[in-house]
């Protein structure tokens, strides 16, 4: 009830404000964007009907992921920064109280994110295939990932106690989840690429939604790579819950 | 006189030969079923192929693969078929004397065009594949994109977004006045 209440605030401050909001116009903006130049393309396969929804699948994941971090990185920093943490230390609630909160906050930012991208992934997913099972693996995978992104930065940003380093750190970090975008296929074949894809919850993300929506293949070969991004959200939680419980002003 | 004899002889060793490696591939036969199919871009469709063993002895461990070859003027090509949601080779254990084996390969027609399709069986005993005759395989271009279905989105979405949360903006700035 009292990380309700915490959440309550943070959405109040962090998303219902006309700056916080901006971002989800944008999102629209850019999804509106890509799909409208996908479907003006007439010399498409159904295959790259698949493709053009993996893709806005993907970007949507890198988007949660981001915001996840951004979210993070000023949930305990930005209170040190801005000196209201101990305003919120004095009031009757935990610290694992306040980062459930904070976290329910990051959460409904992706859900929020998830629900702006829907109708453009039935628009351009319609009549191709894989459609429903797709979104149903976004929502799902979507959803580890923005806890594990976001219990991560949060845990990161109590200890360090500075926004600014927090968010470089969480931004490289961001940038070595993304590699595997930057590696060709073959150097993905290579033994290095395949660690950095089984080691790399962003990459089994994607991974999945190609095995998922473009080959059509069964839970049984995305399993391990659900259980991996899983086992990384647990280990982000217990980060956040260690990090937060060590905090002081 | 000896020059026709080698003559002869060559004839001989070319014709035995050619005989030799003719018995073999007509050991087994292969065909593939429908020999023609027209169908829609997305549709599902099945190709049968049937592997009969002509001989008097069992054939054991053959394979046999579907292939898919786009004849489109310009764009000819052989096709990658994991891409089709095809099944891969089949591995037939034993076909009896003078028995038959059918093996099936449902795929999903991704792309319009003209394509050919043809079973290929490979005998390990054998130094020559044996392949069917080809299916013609015509398919349809089906257009289920329409931009026209993306544009309330595009442009409406980011200005109903936009218009939610002026309100809710609105609505708060009443509040604290």
């Not at chain 1, 894809?197 to 293949?217: K, L, M, R």
Request: hydrophobic share 50%.
């Amino acid at each position: 009830m009292k990380a309700a209440c915490i959440m309550q605030k943070e959405i109040r401050e962090s998303i219902l404000t006309p700056k916080g909001s901006l971002w989800y116009i944008l999102t629209s903006m850019i999804l509106s964007v890509l799909s409208y130049l996908f479907l003006t393309n007439s010399e498409l396969s159904l295959l790259d009907q698949g493709q053009m929804l993996y893709m806005i699948m993907n970007f949507i994941t890198a988007l949660g992921v981001l915001m996840g971090l951004v979210f993070g990185a000023d949930a305990f920093a930005g209170e040190i920064e801005r000196g209201t943490l101990e305003a919120l230390f004095l009031s009757p609630v935990t610290k694992v109280e306040i980062a459930t909160g904070k976290l329910g906050a990051a959460l409904a930012n992706w859900g929020i994110l998830f629900a702006i991208s829907l109708p453009y992934l039935f628009v351009v997913g319609k009549g191709g295939q894989n459609l429903f099972v797709g979104i149903a693996y976004l929502a799902f995978l979507g959803t580890f990932l923005a806890i594990t992104s976001s219990a991560f930065s949060m845990g990161l940003s109590s200890r360090i106690k500075s926004v600014k380093n927090s968010l470089i750190i969480s931004f490289f970090i961001f940038l070595l989840a993304g590699s595997p975008i930057f590696l060709s296929a073959a150097q993905r074949g290579t033994w290095f690429g395949r660690i950095i894809d089984f080691i790399n919850p962003f990459a089994g993300a994607i991974n999945t939604f190609d095995s998922v929506v473009i080959d059509s293949q069964g839970f049984g070969y995305q399993a391990g790579r659900v259980a991996t991004i899983f086992g990384y959200t647990l280990l982000s939680l217990w980060f956040l819950k260690r990090s937060v419980s060590r905090l002081e002003m | 006189m000896k020059r026709p004899i080698l003559f002869l002889s060559m004839i001989f060793l070319a014709i035995t030969a050619n005989y030799a490696t003719a018995s073999a591939a007509h050991r087994i036969t292969a065909s593939i079923d429908p020999p023609i199919i027209q169908a829609n871009m997305g549709d599902k469709i099945t190709y049968v192929g049937t592997i009969t063993n002509n001989s008097d002895e069992p054939v054991n461990n053959i394979i046999a693969y579907v292939s898919l070859a786009n004849v489109t003027q310009g764009r000819e090509s052989p096709m990658d078929l994991e891409d089709w949601s095809a099944n891969k080779a089949i591995k037939v254990d034993t076909i009896p004397p003078h028995g038959t084996y059918k093996g099936q390969w449902p795929m999903r027609l991704i792309d319009s065009g003209s394509y050919v399709a043809y079973i290929t069986v490979v005998d390990k005993n054998d130094n020559t594949p044996i392949s069917s005759a080809m299916s013609r395989l015509e398919i349809k271009r089906v257009l289920r994109l329409n931009p026209n279905n993306v544009l309330p989105i595009a442009i409406g979405e980011p200005m109903i977004i936009g218009m939610i949360l002026s309100l809710i903006a609105i609505r708060r700035r009443k509040r604290i006045k």
